[in-house]
């Protein structure tokens, strides 16, 4: 139990397009998920908290009109990168609470994003 | 200040040899969860354990077994007789009040065969 499905798994775009990416709670219902961001060889570094129905929380230095997160329901969140350019280049991984007290976080498979 | 370090950037063994991970977090808060995620090539993080603040009590599960010592604030990690599988990064992570999982940089590990 307890899965979160991420998709796509990768995606290039061209510079100034937008893509979305998507992650779902498939066997349990989350009202909170977490976007995180990987660069090669680095750590994860949290983006934003997504909460179902309401605005997503973002961590400083993240731009909220760049990184659009919407959390429409208890399963899906979407994280739409805007007008992406090179340099937004990175593996990004979803996660989402589950289990007794809800501190154990499961991750989605990620998505590496490769902008031209 | 919530912090975890891994000191370890990298980490070579030959296959069937014993390693240890470290891994030491900094909060002010009583309670708290200690994790360790393993992320291999594919880039997917697998959870492999969740310890809380109150449970000092050390865990086996089958080659792995992790080391939770508040004195000194340290969650170490070994795996017993390595093997070609183990190679990944391996995160340890810190869940305080803050509700926000703060990762540490990772240790790459890599067994040879």
């Known amino acids: 139990g307890a899965v979160v499905s991420q998709h796509p798994s990768r995606v290039i775009c061209k510079s100034g397009t937008s893509v979305k990416i998507e992650c779902r709670s498939l066997?349990?219902?989350?009202?909170?998920m977490f976007w995180y961001r990987q660069f090669p060889k680095q750590s994860l570094m949290l983006m934003a908290t997504?909460?179902?129905?309401?605005?997503?929380t973002y961590e400083q230095g993240v731009e909220k009109d760049k990184f659009l997160i919407n959390h429409a329901s208890l399963t899906l969140s979407t994280l739409t990168v805007t007008s992406a350019h090179p340099e937004d280049s990175s593996f990004y991984i979803c996660?989402?609470?589950w289990g007794a007290g809800a501190n154990v976080l499961t991750f989605g498979a990620g998505s590496r994003l490769t902008v031209l | 200040a919530q912090k975890v370090t891994q000191a370890q950037t990298e980490i070579s063994v030959v296959e069937k040899e014993d390693v240890t991970l470290d891994c030491v977090y900094e909060?002010?808060?009583?309670?708290?969860?200690l994790f360790w995620y393993k992320q291999p090539p594919s880039g997917e993080l697998v959870f492999l354990i969740r310890?809380?603040?109150?449970?000092?009590q050390n865990e086996i599960s089958g080659r792995y077994s992790w080391n939770f010592q508040k004195s000194t604030s340290s969650f170490n990690f070994t795996i017993t007789a390595s093997q070609v599988v183990d190679s990944a990064v391996y995160f340890c992570?810190?869940?305080?009040?803050?509700?926000?999982?703060?990762f540490g940089t990772g240790t790459r590990l890599q067994v040879f065969p």
């Open positions: 996660s989402a609470r």
């Open positions: 310890r809380n603040s109150f449970d000092e």
């Open positions: 066997d349990f219902q989350a009202t909170t």
């Open positions: 992570a810190l869940l305080t009040n803050t509700d926000k999982l703060i």
């Open positions: 909060t002010r808060d009583t309670t708290y969860y």
């Open positions: 997504s909460n179902e129905g309401s605005k997503a």
